[in-house]
């Protein structure tokens, strides 16, 4: 049996690199970032944050943005998605896509039981 | 803000391994900053010590690979962290030698027992540091004895005389 070469990612990672889908943040920023896509249901503190990040960047999923000059914050360190990390997050996307339609499919189906 | 938390969270923050504390202290001390003004305190304390359980168990799985090649370079910069605990053992052995030395020596003081004379605690404090050689039996039998004789002697010629 291969291995799966795109495996289910943990809630924290996809958080992450969906935050960082859009645009390049510092990590103060895709906490916010993360808060306000889930409604803030969802906060993440830096030791979260940063474990996974790591993995992600040691996953090459990750990178160091080079600095602009147009940033207004240039001692923060900024990440940016790169291209592998965009393609895993459109697995795990099209996965959890399939995960709630078979849902949505059993629920309508679900029929009394008979006693 | 409170900097004794923030003292306390530098100091859980320092007990992570050197490479991800280099790469990512000062943010996690900047959002640590940010999150308190929030009121997050106890949330920020579960989760670094968790970050901090997790990134130990990853570097006792996975250790930093050693460069392979015909040589490799020794950092030649002090490792601060062990002089740091080489001093810290050292204070405690030092302490610790001390104290029982001192518990171990004499410790003269007056007895009120009735049948402890005078002249023997005046001797237990005027030749206390004998008392300190009693790991070699022999030797300490000399040095009292001599010693004690000097002392009587000194006290009562006659009784030199005598013998």
């Known amino acids: 049996m291969k291995p799966d070469p795109n495996p289910p990612l943990a809630p924290a990672m996809l958080h992450i690199l969906l935050a960082l889908a859009e645009e390049d943040l510092h990590g103060y920023g895709i906490i916010q970032e993360i808060s306000r896509q889930s409604h803030g249901h969802y906060k ?50 099209d996965r959890l896509h399939s995960v709630v339609q078979e849902a949505r499919l059993r629920l309508s189906e679900k029929r009394p039981r008979r006693v | 803000m409170n900097p004794s938390l923030r003292v306390l969270y530098r100091s859980i923050l320092h007990l992570h391994p050197p490479a991800f504390r280099n790469r990512f202290g000062e943010e996690m001390l900047w959002i640590f900053d940010e999150q308190t003004r929030e009121g997050r305190s106890l949330q920020l304390f579960f989760d670094i010590l968790r970050s901090l359980l997790v990134q130990q168990i990853d570097t006792q799985l996975h250790p930093q690979p050693q460069p392979s090649g015909f ?18 053992l050292s204070i405690l052995a030092v302490l610790t030698l001390t104290h029982l030395s001192g518990s171990q020596g004499p410790q003269p003081r007056l007895s009120d027992s009735p049948l402890v004379s005078s002249s023997r605690v005046h001797h237990s404090f005027t030749y206390w540091h004998l008392y300190r050689i009693e790991g070699y039996p022999a030797l300490a039998l000399n040095i009292t004895n001599s010693s004690s004789e000097r002392s009587l002697s000194a006290r009562n010629p006659q009784s030199g005389d005598s013998r």
């Open chain 1, 44 to 93: 993440l503190g830096p030791g979260t944050l940063y474990d996974n990040l790591k993995r992600l960047m040691d996953q090459k999923l990750v990178i160091d943005a080079p600095k602009s000059s147009l940033s207004d914050d240039e001692t923060r360190r900024l990440y940016r998605l790169t291209a592998q990390g965009r393609t895993v997050l459109s697995a795990e996307i």
């Open chain 2, 71 to 88: 040589y490799s370079e020794i950092s030649s910069t002090p490792p601060l962290r062990r002089i740091v605990h080489a001093a810290i």
